[in-house]
């Protein structure tokens, strides 16, 4: 007799596991259905005819739109505008991004992208960087921009490319920058910062940048008036200035 229960029990829990696998797949299959039914059309709908940038300098047109993932056939309503935007985020030229539908089939975004602030010289490769030091594009070929090249490697010497990274801001600011041919910054430690001006070799230091670099102006017309040619520029000690002639006198 209890064989005979232990059988029936089994049969009930087979046919009832049977019963809601099918339930399963018929569950299943008419979501498809519907998906295919009543969703399909959606992306007909308002087709996309027109993809619209503004505020892009550096990327093209046809650049961004394959970022954004959007077909000429997809539906306006159907997009988001939240996936289409972190698309384009993945970018590191892309700071923000402002996706807008404009029915009945216009696309339109504007760009803000970032600003090359400096050429990164590290282990041979030459990068760009924006003005936080994050890396845009890796350069290849002969067409070089001008810009500040700071030369180290930021994972090494985060403090010192900290500073260096300063020092290039502070110059760009206070309009330093431009006229010049040539503006090399090493990125060691904070202590050692250099920068080598049009061949002029400045020996920076660490902390009062914008005092230093002040002074540093002051020391250049008195050099140019005065004739002198000079091995380097010594700034690294607070209030002091040393001027090293390439006649080993010591201007102070």
Do not use: C
């Not at 339930?23 to 295919?36: D, K, P, R």
């Not at 230091?205 to 230093?212: F, R, Y």
Request: aromatic share 8%; charged share 25%; net charge positive.
């Amino acid at each position: 007799m209890k064989a005979n229960n232990l059988m029936r029990a089994g049969k009930k829990i087979n046919i009832f596991g049977i019963f809601r696998n099918v339930a399963v797949f018929i569950v299943i299959f008419a979501i498809a259905i519907f998906i295919y039914i009543y969703l399909r059309p959606v992306r007909s709908v308002l087709p996309i005819k027109h993809v619209v940038f503004t505020g892009n300098k550096h990327l093209t047109d046809d650049e961004l739109k394959v970022l954004t993932g959007v077909n000429a056939n997809d539906s306006l309503i159907a997009i988001s505008n939240k996936k289409v935007s972190l698309r384009l985020l993945k970018s590191p030229w892309i700071k923000s991004i402002s996706v807008r539908k404009q029915f009945p089939g216009t696309l339109s975004m504007v760009i803000d992208e970032a600003v090359p602030f400096a050429l990164l010289d590290m282990n041979s490769h030459l990068f760009l960087i924006d003005e936080k030091g994050k890396f845009l594009e890796e350069l290849k070929g002969d067409s070089i921009p001008f810009l500040p090249v700071i030369t180290g490697d930021p994972f090494r010497e985060k403090e010192g490319f900290s500073e260096a990274l300063n020092l290039a801001r502070l110059m760009n600011d206070k309009g330093f920058s431009p006229g010049r041919d040539h503006i090399d910054i090493f990125a060691r430690k904070p202590h050692e910062l250099t920068v080598t001006i049009d061949g002029t070799v400045v020996k920076m230091g660490s902390g009062m940048l914008e005092e230093k670099l002040k002074r540093l102006i002051e020391l250049e017309d008195e050099i140019k008036n005065r004739g002198i040619p000079v091995d380097y520029i010594d700034l690294r000690f607070a209030g002091k200035a040393i001027v090293k002639p390439i006649t080993d006198k010591v201007v102070k």
